[in-house]
């Protein structure tokens, strides 16, 4: 089931791949009530972060990425709209869902301190925004269709045009996806949708239409409708607590320092991978990855999709909680942490 994919491959597509299938079986509904609910609603597959999430805050982050900071120019590239509905796994709408977008402008380059291409940066392209969903669970963004970007300079294998989401609300788990475009000749041999099955390709791969009404000549839409899985952790709120705190990996028999230094850049002597917790549900962080959710799903073990990794913390015999393991997916070596507050 899993998908090989080389050390090489994987630090350039940001330390990570999809975990669709891998994710859907972890996190498929068991009771009856909830196979029939899941059924008429299916929670949307993740897909990895990727190295480019927004890192540094920017004035302007809103629904129109075709307009930076006022500015009448626009971007190169298509021009198009994408919309959606938020919904749950009863497919009721989910107001006040907040949808982050961040992808490549028109070359295939994004507008991060990561990005090390040399494909053209458009001054013009806003790069990513974030908005709320309305009392109907809809959004939207107008933005230009991305394109593909090579695994690293000058490789053959690329990434087929995508849009990067991240759907939060309070209750649910958190939902990083993609969204891709149906026909692109691409997406037969993209490394990340590749791992998808049929059901969850049919999520994520969405039709460009032209002619709707609202939208103006030369434009298209695109609709990318979601479901967010609600959230569900057994252990209580002292427990999560125990689990919270700083964590030093050790990077030095896998180099990973000399990888993560060449990728991410400046000298990597140490991470520290924090886990805190809000709201009854757990949260990790590192200096290469943004804070995103840690999912439970089994004893002090938590799925860390973001990195691809599963958490699986260790306590002493008085229950104390000492360090833990990050279990990657793939051949990828499992990497140890030391508890250091
Ligand atoms: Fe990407």
Redesign the pocket.
């Known amino acids: 089931m899993q998908k090989k994919i080389n050390r090489r491959s994987w630090l350039q597509l940001g330390m990570g791949a999809t975990v669709g299938t891998l994710y859907t079986s972890i996190f498929g509904c068991t009771t009856p009530a909830a196979e029939e609910a899941a059924s008429a609603c299916e929670p949307t597959v993740n897909q990895t972060m990727?190295p480019?999430h927004p890192n540094k805050d920017q004035q302007d982050k809103d629904f129109d990425l075709t307009s930076f900071n006022g500015s009448d120019a626009q971007p190169q590239g298509e021009p198009i709209y994408v919309r959606g509905k938020v919904t749950d796994e009863n497919c009721n709408p989910i107001p006040g869902a907040v949808v982050m977008l961040w992808?490549?402008n028109t070359h295939g380059k994004y507008s991060h301190e990561y990005d090390h291409s040399s494909a053209e940066y458009d001054p013009n392209f806003q790069g990513w925004g974030q908005v709320t969903t309305n009392e109907k669970g809809e959004y939207g963004f107008k933005t230009i269709k991305p394109g593909a970007y090579p695994l690293s300079e000058g490789s053959a294998d690329y990434?087929t045009p995508?849009i990067?989401f991240k759907f939060s609300r309070r209750g649910y788990h958190e939902l990083i996806t993609?969204l891709y475009f149906e026909g692109e000749e691409l997406n037969e041999t993209d490394v990340l949708l590749g791992g998808l099955n049929a059901e969850e390709k049919a999520q994520v791969v969405r039709p460009k239409t032209t002619g709707a009404e609202d939208i103006e000549d030369g434009a298209s839409l695109v609709t990318f409708d979601v479901v967010l899985e609600n959230a569900k952790d057994n252990s209580t709120e002292n427990r999560l607590k125990e689990l919270s705190g700083k964590y030093s990996v050790d990077i030095e028999p896998h180099e990973m320092k000399e990888e993560l230094s060449q990728f991410y850049g400046g000298q990597r002597e140490e991470l520290t991978l924090t886990i805190t917790t809000e709201n009854g549900l757990l949260y990790a962080e590192m200096p290469i990855q943004p804070k995103c959710e840690v999912k439970p799903i089994g004893d002090n073990v938590y799925a860390y999709l973001a990195f691809e990794a599963d958490i699986h913390f260790q306590q002493d015999d008085n229950g104390k909680v000492t360090g833990l393991q990050l279990k990657r997916y793939y051949e990828f070596p499992t990497l140890s942490a030391e508890k250091i507050n």
């Open positions: 990727g480019f992808q490549a990434r995508h990067h993609q």
